[in-house]
């Protein structure tokens, strides 16, 4: 399995940026995606997740209203838009990948995602 985040960069206070985490080596549609964030000095934050067995999907109490989170099936892509970003969260941000084994499944920054991009730099700062 492998991940692959793109789309980071430096941006203002205010603006957006959209990352793409492209999978392969998975059955793409029988996993569930996390965005994750390590910003320097602080643990690891879980910030959302998509399911893509039925596209239910979890976020953050931080990033409600500014983030969402969205799967591409055919390209093996989900995609994390972030807008009116803050200088808090600048932050490393990684996805990682977790199967769906039961039914009903509502994914979780909570579990544990056992395979792992290695990260894309978001920094926002004026």
């Known amino acids: 399995v492998q991940l692959v985040e793109s789309g980071g960069g430096l941006v203002q206070p205010g603006g957006s940026l959209r990352l793409s985490c492209t999978a392969s080596?998975?059955?793409?549609?029988?996993?569930?995606i996390g965005w994750f964030r390590q910003a320097p000095g602080k643990e690891r934050e879980g910030v959302a997740c998509?399911?893509?067995?039925?596209?239910?999907?979890y976020y953050v109490d931080s990033v409600k209203g500014r983030f969402t989170v969205s799967s591409d099936i055919a390209r093996n892509t989900v995609y994390l838009q972030m807008n009116s970003l803050k200088p808090q969260d600048t932050a490393v941000y990684y996805c990682?990948?977790?199967?769906?084994?039961?039914?009903?499944?509502?994914?979780?920054?909570?579990?544990?995602?056992?395979?792992w991009g290695q990260g894309t730099q978001v920094t926002v700062s004026s």
């Open positions: 990682a990948a977790v199967a769906i084994l039961i039914d009903g499944y509502s994914c979780s920054v909570g579990d544990e995602y056992p395979h």
């Open positions: 080596g998975l059955t793409f549609d029988a996993y569930a």
């Open positions: 998509i399911s893509n067995m039925d596209k239910g999907t």
